[in-house]
């Protein structure tokens, strides 16, 4: 029979258990150690969870290693005497039985008619006066192995055992949390330096577009006064006939119609150029206003007013139906109120833009509508735009809000807007999306953060 151990085997058994921080090395050592002084064949550590106990370590006296982190559930376990086991855990008192055969108690456990082991020996792991676990130990040979040195000794250290677990435990959940802390903070460190590269190429973007935009409003200005040039030469040419043979005074308005022409061509295209560059400035550049709290459906009235001003003066006697369902809850959100603005008028002029092309398709019996609707949705408000255009095949709503593509013909419109709408919705941590039906519909759909609370304040 094994010897009781002495006192230095006990004290430098503490000693390594305190100084052992990862849990599993911390389980074998415990178990090797119950194992090779207390006379049991087998032993199994369990410990307590939020979810139940678990059996996390077992070893025999013939096995080598100690089998580790095994996470079994006691109560669903055929291996253990679960009763002896809930008993322990729940008085913070250890259970030895000398001969299980005895008919002591416990003796109606299941286990007991399959395993039949010879004695028992279950000692709680107790931490602040609760018990955090045990350590199960067993002999299916012997009976009566566990005196009573044996089991003081393994109370002992069963409560020294306790401390020492919670303390690896803490240590493996700091370790876990400061490598996450690392993680984040590369990938904080990553996006900073993108940030910087981005800030960069703005100023970059920025500086380009500048210069670009002094020599643009040249050609804009300059092809202005040269159409007004060309009338006026052909006022004087004409006032003058009489001194020209018809064939010269022909070729000279001739020439004088197709240099007007080419001096239109140069400003329609010169300022479709200052658009797109006045559109690449706002992207190069962060908001600048300053964020308040707004009436959302205020914002979505005001925005479908300038979008359909914006129609009239553009597209003379067309016209657009509209519809709008604005829930009463949504309240005010806290943004930059140009900014967002400058996002609905752009959503509504596509959907103006889509229903009107659909109806130079269809012919008078099409009704172009569009529809606008807001509602909260917890701590978030949303706004629906819908039309009856002509929809949107998935593969042009996979590269919508890519900057500078479009749908649109050449000279309208500059592949920008809804690029520049996401960055926005971006900036105020929204969401943007859009369903379609080609042929039928287009919908975006656009969610903005709202706490409830703030909302009604």
Request: net charge negative; charged share 25%.
């Amino acid at each position: 029979m094994t010897e009781v151990p002495g006192y230095q085997a006990v004290i430098e058994l503490a000693c390594a258990l305190s100084s052992e921080l990862v849990p599993g090395r911390l389980m074998g050592r415990l178990l090797t150690w119950a194992l090779e002084h207390t006379g049991a064949l087998r032993g199994v550590l369990i410990l307590k969870k939020p979810e139940g106990l678990f059996i996390t370590a077992e070893g025999s006296a013939e096995a080598e290693d100690v089998v580790v982190e095994q996470a079994v559930p006691v109560e669903s376990c055929t291996v253990l005497p679960a009763s002896v086991i809930l008993h322990v855990v729940r008085t913070g008192e250890a259970v030895l039985l000398h001969d299980t055969a005895a008919g002591e108690a416990f003796s109606e456990d299941p286990y007991f008619r399959t395993a039949r082991p010879a004695s028992l020996l279950c000692s709680p792991l107790v931490k602040d006066g609760s018990a955090t676990g045990a350590l199960y130990l067993e002999n299916d040979a012997t009976r009566g192995p566990f005196t009573h040195e044996r089991q003081e000794v393994l109370r002992l250290l069963s409560r020294h055992a306790a401390v020492c677990l919670e303390n690896a435990a803490l240590c493996a959940r700091l370790k876990e949390q400061n490598q996450a802390l690392e993680s984040n903070v590369e990938e904080l460190r990553q996006q900073l330096v993108a940030q910087d590269k981005l800030a960069s190429l703005g100023a970059l973007t920025a500086g380009i577009t500048h210069e670009l935009q002094n020599p643009l409003n040249f050609v804009t200005n300059f092809s202005n006064l040269s159409t007004r040039m060309a009338a006026e030469l052909e006022e004087t040419l004409r006032g003058r006939g009489g001194q020209l043979d018809a064939e010269t005074l022909e070729d000279a308005l001739g020439l004088l119609e197709d240099l007007r022409q080419n001096a239109q061509r140069i400003h329609s295209h010169g300022k479709r150029a200052s658009d797109i560059i006045k559109t690449m400035l706002r992207h190069s550049r962060r908001s600048e206003g300053t964020r308040s709290r707004a009436d959302f459906n205020t914002l979505v009235r005001d925005s479908l007013g300038l979008a359909e001003q914006g129609l009239r003066s553009r597209s003379s006697g067309a016209t657009v139906q509209t519809e709008s369902e604005l829930d009463a809850s949504v309240g005010t959100v806290e943004v930059v109120a140009s900014d967002i603005s400058r996002l609905f008028i752009n959503i509504l002029e596509n959907a103006f833009y889509a229903t009107l092309q659909k109806q130079a398709k269809a012919g008078v019996g099409f009704t172009p509508c569009v529809t606008i609707r807001t509602r909260r949705l917890g701590d978030t408000v949303e706004l629906r735009v819908r039309d009856n255009g002509t929809g949107i095949p998935e593969h042009v709503r996979e590269k919508l809000f890519h900057p500078f593509f479009t749908t649109k013909p050449a000279g309208v419109g500059t592949g920008l807007g809804l690029s520049l709408c996401h960055d926005i919705v971006q900036e105020h941590h929204g969401q943007i999306r859009v369903e379609s039906t080609p042929g039928e519909y287009a919908e975006f759909i656009i969610t903005l953060p709202a706490p409830a609370a703030a909302s009604a304040a």
